[in-house]
């Protein structure tokens, strides 16, 4: 089973931010934090990752509770293509190891 | 940086043909890749962990003679569905993350594949 806990689905309106929460309360100290998407009929998109810090890059920011038990993804300014599956896991180094394990993810819809 | 293509992006064949599904890095080197399943409205699965130059390691319940996996260069790895049956439709999606071990995976676009 997924180590995480993600809402099943969630609505944002296009140029608003987009929060999406996840809950990871059995994270160890050496498991980063993990968040890809899905479009329909696509392979996943690796969005960003982070072990304790908050993260930002292009494409969104990460913010890691001061426990790590739960970490949210936030897309700054959403647009209609972000409209996706969004999956957070948490894996040791997560890139070689091919341990992810994904979940059912939250599927959000961005509307105009 | 860091593109995994795959190839094709979609198939249709008859009961008991075997298919051959590419993923290629294309940017990078890597040791290992991964292959998943992902059936209608459902998550991705974890099938099996190819290694190059030797044995991939299949997860529980997946038929290693059924998915033939070969990972023969550091940039190429297949997946072979041998005698293909309705119940093996579904999407299959590769991903590699290059050597550096704190690299992210990333993944191909999938093959979409359909068994009559």
């Known amino acids: 089973d997924a180590k995480t806990t993600q809402p099943p689905s969630m609505d944002c309106a296009e140029g608003r931010a987009a929060n999406l929460p996840c809950n990871h309360s059995t994270i160890s100290g050496n498991e980063y934090v993990y968040w890809y998407r899905q479009i329909h009929s696509q392979g996943p998109q690796y969005i960003i990752h982070?072990?304790?810090n908050n993260e930002t890059n292009e494409m969104a920011s990460l913010i890691i509770t001061e426990d790590r038990k739960s970490s949210t993804l936030i897309l700054p300014h959403a647009t209609l293509r972000d409209t996706a599956v969004y999956y957070c896991i948490v894996s040791l180094l997560g890139g070689s190891q091919g341990n992810l394990i994904f979940g059912k993810g939250t599927k959000l819809s961005v509307k105009p | 940086g860091a593109v995994v293509s795959q190839h094709p992006s979609w198939v249709i064949c008859k009961s008991g043909t075997s298919v051959k599904i590419e993923c290629r890095s294309l940017d990078f080197q890597a040791t290992t890749m991964f292959w998943y399943r992902q059936f209608p409205k459902q998550s991705l699965m974890l099938m099996a962990t190819?290694?190059?130059?030797?044995?991939?390691?299949?997860e529980q319940g997946v038929e290693k003679d059924k998915f033939l996996i070969n990972h023969a260069s550091l940039t190429l790895s297949t997946l072979t569905v041998t005698s293909a049956h309705p119940e093996d439709s579904s999407f299959y999606i590769c991903?590699?993350?290059?050597?550096?071990?704190?690299?992210?995976?990333?993944f191909g676009d999938g093959t979409r594949l359909s068994i009559l």
């Open positions: 190819s290694n190059e130059g030797s044995k991939a390691t299949y």
């Open positions: 991903s590699a993350s290059p050597f550096d071990g704190n690299q992210p995976q990333h």
């Open positions: 982070g072990l304790k």
